[in-house]
């Protein structure tokens, strides 16, 4: 190329200049939240048979408490893998899930405040933490949606799609975010109604924050399809493997606490199977090379070019 010749033109998403980056604001927000969720599964994973005194409410059958820590560390695993992208395109589709996860949190909450560990019965150090509890779902939902508006409104534009999901991936994703949204909605409004038909025993608190969890996976599932990408739903593939994997040690630890021989246990289990075999599959389709394509680099239109792609 001569002295002359103009500078080679920009593919659409190439330079870093045209790419809408994740925002430093939306980016802390998820380390934080991943450090909160880390500190509440540990309160539940493994201090599981000792809620009354270490959470925000006791929570009876152990498995119900040991499969709300897995979710917990499993939405670690979504929003550092999130927090850890250049791009909002790479990150965004942690930002629907954990908002309606956290507003549905905070109604359940509010619904049942009596079950909470308010009263002067309670030590100082078990009161301190419900209202930290309280305090952290009624903000964060409220901060999250300004950054998430704020961040809509960044310029640039989404890298293009470099490694669409295989056809059957995108079927079982389907069934998974069909049947997830319809028993968390079940077990979130008709909790009476409902909790019958869970693998073990939930009282109607319980039966909402599990739904909780089921309906903000389910929104999670449907945004892996509108993404259609391996590299932009990486967080959310490692969070269902993750999910699967803690999932099935929980029924493991306490497997005397649900009834696996029935329908709704051979169904919770094929879940977990296909939550792992998922998730394992679309985290090892975001990592090759075809996923990985378009990294963001310099702009070659202002020198120093330097292809990712080679």
């Not at 969890?213 to 490692?238: I, K, M, T, Y």
């Amino acid at each position: 190329m001569s002295a002359e010749s103009p500078p080679p033109e920009p593919r659409p998403g190439e330079g870093q200049g045209d790419l809408r980056v994740l925002a430093p604001g939306m980016r802390v927000l998820l380390w934080i939240a991943g450090v909160l969720v880390v500190l509440a599964g540990t309160q539940l994973f493994v201090f599981t048979e000792r809620t009354a005194t270490y959470f925000a409410w006791t929570i009876n059958p152990p498995l119900t408490a040991a499969f709300l820590g897995a979710a917990y560390w499993s939405a670690a695993a979504f929003e550092w893998s999130a927090a850890r992208a250049r791009t909002w395109a790479d990150a965004r589709i942690a930002v629907p899930a954990v908002f309606v996860f956290t507003v549905l949190t905070l109604i359940a909450t509010l619904v049942h405040l009596e079950k909470f560990h308010l009263g002067s019965s309670f030590g100082f150090g078990t009161q301190a933490v419900t209202w930290i509890w309280i305090l952290i779902y009624a903000v964060v939902p409220v901060l999250m949606l300004v950054l998430w508006f704020r961040q809509s409104r960044a310029p640039g534009v989404d890298p293009p799609r470099t490694h669409r999901l295989p056809p059957w991936l995108r079927v079982v994703v389907a069934v998974q975010a069909v049947s997830l949204l319809a028993v968390g909605v079940g077990l979130f409004l008709a909790p009476y109604q409902t909790a019958d038909l869970w693998p073990w025993a939930l009282t109607p608190l319980t039966s909402r924050a599990v739904g909780a969890w089921a309906f903000s996976l389910g929104v999670a599932a449907g945004h892996v399809l509108v993404e259609d990408d391996a590299r932009r739903v990486r967080p959310a593939a490692v969070a269902y493997l993750v999910f699967g994997v803690l999932e099935l040690v929980s029924v493991l630890r306490y497997r005397d606490d649900g009834d696996w021989t029935s329908l709704a246990g051979l169904l919770y289990l094929l879940f977990l199977l296909s939550s792992l075999i998922s998730g394992a599959c679309a985290t090892w389709l975001g990592r090759t090379p075809a996923a990985v394509a378009f990294e963001p680099g310099p702009d070659p239109a202002r020198g120093n070019v330097t292809d990712p792609r080679r």
